[in-house]
């Protein structure tokens, strides 16, 4: 233990993705966590939620294996049912005060059952299925929920009317064999010492009573956005079947209203709430994946805010693929039509008023403030702004004016999955930074039962296969495929499990192993990518080697492609699991492979990005190297003038650099570029262009982006034609004082078929210079002509702004855009405009265009790093949602623009969240690879040398030994196990642990009986 005058110990405040994500991190970085929930299980609004978008991952595949390594995680305690009463200290030294709620149910005696809800007599409306659907007096949240506990509502259940009167009810205590219900616990408070706080409420979901023209709670079938993720959830109360709430019948007709309670000044919700276009998409597109017949669906809109990571193609994707219908108009209200139908009147853009009945209606309700974590941050003293979300200070991502006590996720404003997950990062980042002379000083070691010797053993295979609800389950008949892998030689015993990721399931798990002497484990579920590695703890915890393990993805292999064909689903999922099981009896222990850990960073890139994750890590107290390709630092920022906020970008770009430069555990090396890489994570060797070799431990690419040289709109043959970034500097300057005209036009280069996404910052950037044109000039005329106004979030505050001072905003569409021309009365613009539908011209004075963000060439990088780019050329992560600032290749990470358009603050987030996720790796004194490693078979090799060409890790070499005797050798920790090497190989000398010849070999006679 080491002395500090610092805790190393951290609160968080909230169990949602956010809270989950940042207590991972920091226990990981060597830090205790306290996880506070409100609720009765961790998860937030997630494990509500259906799917996500644009990956159509189910939201409980992507949070279960989070949930389950939170959950055994010794450096995490999680108190549910608690809430913040009060803080006192300083940054470093806080005392909080936690008050936990009286459960009524042991915690360390209930199993899980679920005996005591089937006896329980009462039902009551189930706010998880946002009353949808009925729940017990003692209940537990849903499914899958950590801790695999109930609780007793005590305001509803019968025992609590009279504790004195022993015949009162008391069903639920007869029928627990655990004797864990004891209805006279009571309220606890507890004081706990912690460095630093993490608010991370998540938030609520506006209710639409507040706007009566809906008719929200008098027609049965006007739903809200959650209750349809219910009625389509497996877990939900109609079982994942499409049905509408009034009569159970399949709807054939379903509308989506958006913007309700959001781009609404009268309700004080000016903001926009970000996630509602996206999400409406993603459930029209389940919803007909859902339905056997042909649903109609129509998404009613102003604007389509598509704007993040492939959320663009997704869009496109939901008109072309699925057929989705998209109405931009202006919807009146919500009237009764025939057989509970829906009447909904809208007006299109032309003005023509439409009476349209639907089956059902469902409201894209907005994001607000956790009232609750309002009430706590008033009482912490953390601002608030004008909505009632945390005030974040500028260009900070996830500070408040409370030094020590930090914000992430939707309470900091509304926000999607991929950048609460970023926020988390970022927020633990930033913890460590305050506290890092704690780290270490109050975390555990986790220890494992010694590995069972197998050696002579005879292969007992368990086999578990997933319902997943119904995400697989509704197609595949799982209890056969259960049944018929009892039938396989090896399997000594084979179930079905309603959910194989949940924290109960990992504890069955254990239980069989020993039970039945189990030594092979297959489960058939979903992706090994997301879940094999929580299997394979499961594993070690049960004193098996991790790698006696193998999954049947039943479910993208099987239940998705094949929805249609449960029949011939079910056969396949058998084969697969045949396959599995004998490819299982072939495993051998896999002994991982130990190396000592380098504690330095490399960052590339010296933008606003690489500057900010370097400044963090740096601050954590590791060496940190940043490689800049220009003379200067900076990147980009150099000519941005004008935040969107209204911040001096210059100022803080020079005090980042000034800070940079003088910091004592930073070296920078400008006009480098990385020219080879050698390595893995802990031990990376990377040599720069000017032939200098830098070791680290993790790579951090932040290279930044480039603005779009436009070919169209007489860009380059007119002088009164500039992008955005050429604008600004002209109105930083005061340039424009002779300029009268200013038209704007955007979608430049973006949302085309080169570049069919959106540059996501674009319409901010112009409505900004536009509304700093009218404080230069009040009198200006100035157009933007738009496809979709993308003002997210808070942003939206800017364009009511600009409609207030009469700056004019004319649509056009992606099939007649705008034409620019010279003529001899000046440059003309010729739009035609949506609501006339009729041409006109405007002569401009200036035409700023709105040009797209473009990638870098990173080519080079992603060869020599291993990491890979999408199709536009942006960096790729390993995973949207889960690993939004990792690569697949351990030990590297990216952050800013390389990653894909973002505005300065969301930059600055980012990096925080790099160096966060870097700190994770930095943090340990040595590194494990997992040993899946090829491995040769000297007396075959023939020395070819073909395995040393193929191999992209750059694992294999030739050697000589001290006989003058030449074959290939692998080097384990550069291993990836891809295989390359095995299947070039002419002689057959190199396999692959875990995925031998002999293995593939098994699984296809398999298949071939």
Known sequence: MTKTNKTGAVLVVGSG????????????????????????????????????????????????????????????????????????????????????????????????????????????????????????????????????????????????????????????????????????????????????????????????????????GKLKNVVTSLEFERILSASGPFGGHLVRPSDHKEPQKIAWIQCVGSRNCRINHGYCSSVCCMYAIKQSVIAKEHAPYDLNT??????????????????????????????????????????????????????????????????????????????????????????????????????????????????????????????????????????????????????????????????????????????????????????????????????????????????????????????????????????????????????????????????????????????????????????????????EPVQPITLPMNHDALVIGGGVAGLNAALNLADQGYQVYIVEKEAELGGIAKRIRFGMGGEDVQAYLGQLIDQVKNHANIKTYTNNQIADVKGFMGNYETTLTSGETIKHGVAIIATGAQEYKPEEYLYGHNTRVKTLLEIEGLVAEDKLKNSNNFVFIQCVGSRDDERPYCSRICCTKSIKLALKIKEQKPGANIYILYRDIRTYGYFEDLYTEARRKGIIFIRYSVDNKPVVENTAAGTKVTVVDHVLNRPVEIYADIIGLASAIVPNDNTGLSKLFKVPVNTEGFFLEAHLKLRPVDFGTDGVFMCGLAHGPKNLEENIAQAKAAAGRAATALAKENIETDGKAAVVNKRKCMACGVCVEVCPAKAANLVTDERGNTAADINPALCKGCGACSSSCRCGAINVKGCSNEQIMAMVQAVSW
């Open 298 to 587: 129509n998404i009613f809109y102003m604007d389509m805010r598509t704007y993040g990571k492939e959320f663009e193609k997704y869009y496109e994707r939901a008109k072309k693929q699925y057929g989705v219908n998209f109405t931009r108009s202006r919807v009146y209200g919500c009237d009764p039509g025939e057989n509970d139908n829906v009447l909904l009147r809208y007006a299109l853009e032309d003005g023509t008023v439409v009476s349209e009945e639907f089956d059902m209606v469902v409201l894209s309700v907005g994001l607000e403030p956790n009232k609750k974590a309002v009430e706590l941050a008033q009482k912490l003293g953390v601002e608030l702004n004008q909505y009632n979300f945390a005030a974040v200070p500028q260009l900070t991502g996830v500070a408040t004016n409370k030094p020590g006590i930090y914000v992430a996720g939707a309470f900091s404003g509304p926000r999607d999955i991929p950048e609460t997950v970023m926020q988390a990062s970022a927020a633990a980042g930033e913890i460590q930074k305050l506290l890092a002379e704690a780290k270490g000083s109050l975390s555990k070691v986790k220890e494992y039962p010694a590995q069972k010797d197998l050696a002579g053993e005879v292969v007992r295979t368990g086999v578990f296969v997933c319902h997943c609800g119904i995400n697989i389950g509704s197609v595949v008949d799982v209890p056969s495929v259960a049944e018929y892998a009892k039938t396989l030689p090896g399997v000594v015993y084979a179930t079905d499990k309603l959910y194989a990721c949940s924290q109960d399931s990992s504890a069955q798990i254990k239980e069989a192993i020993e039970q039945y002497g189990l030594n092979r484990i297959v489960v058939a579920s979903c992706s090994p990518r997301t879940h094999e590695p929580m299997f394979q703890e499961t594993l070690k915890e049960a004193g098996l080697n991790p790698h006696l393990f193998e999954m049947a993805n039943i479910r993208d292999h099987c239940s998705w492609v094949h929805q249609n064909e449960p029949a011939e689903a079910t056969e396949k999922a058998k084969d697969l699991v045949k396959m599995a099981v004998k490819k299982a009896a072939l495993l």
């Open 17 to 216: 993705i956010a809270g989950i994500q940042a207590s991972l991190d920091l226990a990981e970085s060597g830090y205790y966590v306290y996880l506070v929930e409100k609720e009765a299980a961790i998860g937030g609004t997630m494990p509500m939620l259906d799917k996500t978008f644009p990956t159509n991952d189910c939201s409980m595949c992507i949070l279960s294996p989070k949930l389950v390594d939170c959950g055994r995680h010794l450096n995490i305690n999680t108190l549910t049912n608690t809430e913040v009463t009060g803080i006192e200290g300083e940054p470093g030294n806080f005392k909080v005060t936690l008050k936990t709620k009286a459960r009524y149910v042991d915690l360390d005696k209930c199993t899980g059952c679920g005996s005591c809800a089937d006896a329980c007599p009462v039902k009551v409306d189930d706010e998880f299925n946002q009353g949808l659907g009925k729940r017990k007096a003692i209940y537990k949240l849903y499914a899958q929920a950590f801790p695999n506990a109930y609780a007793i509502d005590n305001n509803k259940c019968l025992k609590f009317k009279n504790l004195a009167n022993e015949k009162l009810c008391g069903k639920c205590i007869k029928v627990c064999q655990a004797g864990a219900i004891n209805h006279h616990m009571e309220d606890q408070e507890q004081t706990i010492e912690v460095g630093s706080v993490l608010l991370v409420p998540g938030f609520e979901t506006f209710d639409p009573e507040q706007l009566q023209l809906y008719q929200y």
